[in-house]
């Protein structure tokens, strides 16, 4: 297996998460390996390169242009970190050019200051600078020239990739950070020094080198100059560049498809989430929702699109638009009666306390058309008790036991569950003593604090339990389906409502008023019952497909860390062409 494999499963590995970004690193990787372009047998090869980088040296210095050179130690057989072509051979920065030279001109003259972040992570990427009288920056900053290399030492700025080759300067001189380290290379191309310093070999490596403490670590000198580096001959280096800068320039190309292409899904994601949750009504809104669900596999392309579409689906239950109406369903305006007579019957047989009648909920009042059957009314009307969980003066850190009777608060409401945590649970003296905050089968316990709209229903397992602090019971008659409040608290809107009148600077904290003044749409029974249904049966959809699309993402993660192995130490010669054809 070669590089060529590349072009056979671009379209897949080019969607991997940070798929382009990678492959951006692949090619910087291939090219100081001597995997990026062939070898030609008629080049000089780079053991004689550097003959003539010294002897150029020697004659620099020998002018007194530089400072006289510290000897260097020689690279040890067993630091080389990979095999280069037989007509490669290993150096060093130091031997390849000048270190951190000083510049000197007159303190009038304009020239170049650099700060950090005017350096890009980016190949291919200029520096910019700003310009300065050069009496206020030679002293006190790090020197280059029109044509070095510079390299940030400290992190996280040498981890990005932050190193460039300094042009169009100022007086063809400038001066930048100190956190700098400067090479002026000799006869090699600063370009193919570049493409080194930001090879993921170089940075990776010099990662676990860096000196300091944890937020000032810095690469050292010695690494900076004296670790391995690839030298290939000349005529490669210009060969190498060339490939980089025209597979990079593919590299934008596809990132700028991809980004248009991802900009226009989630337009669209973003257009039919907006038509589903704000009200739209009528033929305009099925219209919207028929779209969604026709184009799901388009809209929903990645993990991250799935809540969106579980929110879709809850806009669409609690309007109306999940499932079709039947004119033989009892109507929700004799519902909202029978609640009304069961409420009455428990007043008489003391059970609840007689409430102060709600004022009339009105179809004005929603933001959506009314479907036929279906009554504006609000929480107060659908529910025969709503109670706050015992005052933090009733129940202490100082009551919890491990095995007890398990303590339902917000933590414990998990996707309409109620999950027990073992440290939240009280033993039975405490528990008889907040007896009447006891959970019964069918009650709704719902979250009043942080994110609002979380709630689940008590099933017989957590009859029994108690209610936290932090959480209210919603007690409703029996006439009136449990399931389908849940998901009319769930939704959007009523999640939107709840946490802008939520009440609270720091954490959002719900009173029982806010939610009892609440105006919702209520279905026939018959209706409710088939609304959760469809909604069960869609949220089981999007289960699978975010399993689906999670596999489908790491599945092509590895993919593409397989082909980018191969390729990376198997691989020899020239990446095919048909590279840039072909994607």
Known sequence: MNPTLLVKQFDRISDAPDGIARLRRFVLDLAVRGKLVGQDPGDEPASALIKRVRLRKAEIANEGAVRKEKPFPPLAENTLPFPIPPTWKWSQIAEIGFLNPRNTAENEIQSSFVPMPRISAEYGVSSTHEVRPWGEI?????????????????????????????????????AGTTELHIVRPVIVLAEYVLIFLKSPHFIESGTTKMTGTAGQKRVSTEYFAYSPFPLPPLAEQHRIVAKVTELMTLCDRLETAQRERE???????????????????????????????????????????????????????????????????????LLLRRIEAEKVRLVKEGKINREKPPIPARPDDLEFELKPGWEAARISQ?????????????????????????????????????????????????????????????????????????????????????????????????????????????????????????????????????????????????????????????????????????????????????????ALNNGSGEIDKKFAVQS
């Open 138 to 174: 030679k002293s006190g900053f790090t020197h280059f020239a029109e044509g070095d290399v510079g390299l940030a030492k400290i992190t996280p700025c040498f981890e990005n990739g932050k190193s460039a080759i300094f042009r169009g300067l100022t007086g063809s001189i400038g």
């Open 263 to 333: 900009t226009r899904r989630d337009r669209l994601a973003a257009a039919s989430h907006h038509h589903l949750n704000n009200g739209t009504n009528g033929k305009a809104y099925r219209g919207h929702a028929n779209f969604y669900i026709n184009h799901l596999p388009i809209i929903t392309t990645r993990p991250e699109h799935i809540p969106a579409l579980r929110r879709a689906v809850l806009s669409k239950a609690v309007r109306g638009e999940l499932v079709r109406q039947d004119t033989s369903d009892e109507s929700a305006s």
């Open 382 to 566: 659908l529910l025969v008790e709503l109670q706050t969980g015992p005052f933090g003066s009733s129940l202490h850190e100082s009551d919890y036991e491990r095995g007890g009777i398990p303590v339902i608060n917000p933590a414990s409401i998990k996707n309409g569950r109620l999950i027990p945590i073992d440290s939240m649970a009280v033993g039975p003296a405490t528990l008889k003593r907040l007896v009447s905050f006891k959970l019964r089968a069918n009650d709704i316990v719902m979250a009043r604090r942080g994110e609002m709209g979380r709630c689940g229903i008590v099933t017989e397992r957590e009859a029994g339990w108690l209610c936290g602090t932090g959480s209210l019971i919603l007690r409703l008659p029996d006439c009136l389906f449990p399931p389908f409040l849940v998901t009319l608290i769930g939704s959007p809107f009523v999640r939107e409502y709840l946490g802008g009148s939520a009440v609270g600077a720091t954490m959002q904290n719900l009173n029982q008023s806010i939610l009892l003044s609440l105006v919702v749409g209520l279905p026939p029974l018959a209706e409710q019952r088939r609304i959760v249904a469809r909604v069960n049966e869609l949220m089981a959809l999007c289960d699978r497909l975010a399993v689906q699309l999670t596999a489908t993402q790491a599945n092509t993660s590895r993919l593409l860390e397989s082909v980018l192995y191969h």
